[in-house]
């Protein structure tokens, strides 16, 4: 007859000791040291970014969320500048695939009008006083996104865009 061990556990100090599991435990210490450390300085908040573009007679900022979270408030704003004033409505051509990751709580300044059509919403605004219009959302990310947007804003001149800005926001769980 073979020579059992008397118990199951006679080589758990042995396995339990040896070089790999020891490697094992060491790398699962350090990746947890790192995302408790990133998660400590704030990497898996959000991380917003500003694009610039000028073309028309325009100039366009663009604040969006660069990198998101479902659940979380982002920043959204626009701001158009024009030398020498606006002398008719801006018209805001926003790509309408990208409001599908972001729960709508509110606009400033409200549009004068609206409407959509071919994958954009035309938001149309009167004449401020000044050089500078900024049209800013109030919204967070939906909650159960996984996946990010692709999205532009362009502000229109008659049927065409003077400018475009194309963007992307990625979200992480």
């Known amino acids: 007859m073979e020579n059992w061990p008397d118990s199951t556990l006679d080589d758990v100090g042995r ?6 599991v020891e490697r094992l435990r060491t790398t699962a210490a350090v990746l947890l040291v790192i995302v408790l450390v990133a998660g400590v300085l704030g990497f898996f908040g959000v991380r ?8 028309g007679g325009y100039g366009v900022d663009l604040t969006y969320p660069r990198i998101a979270r479902a659940g979380l ?26 409001f599908e990751i972001l729960e709508m709580r509110g606009r400033l300044p409200e549009p004068s009008s609206e409407t959509a059509g071919d994958g954009l919403a035309y ?13 800013a959302l109030d919204v967070r990310i939906r909650s159960g996104r996984q996946r990010g947007e692709s999205g532009s804003v362009s502000v229109m001149d008659g049927e065409k865009s003077a400018v475009t800005i194309y963007f992307d926001t990625w979200l992480v769980p």
């Open 15 to 20: 396995v339990a000791r040896s070089k790999g």
């Open 48 to 55: 917003s970014s500003t694009a610039t573009a000028q073309g």
């Open 73 to 98: 408030d982002v920043p959204w704003t626009v701001t158009v500048h024009r030398d020498g004033g606006f002398d008719r409505e801006i018209v805001l051509a926003i790509d309408t695939s990208y």
């Open 123 to 135: 938001l149309t605004f009167d004449p401020p006083p000044g050089d500078e219009f900024t049209f």
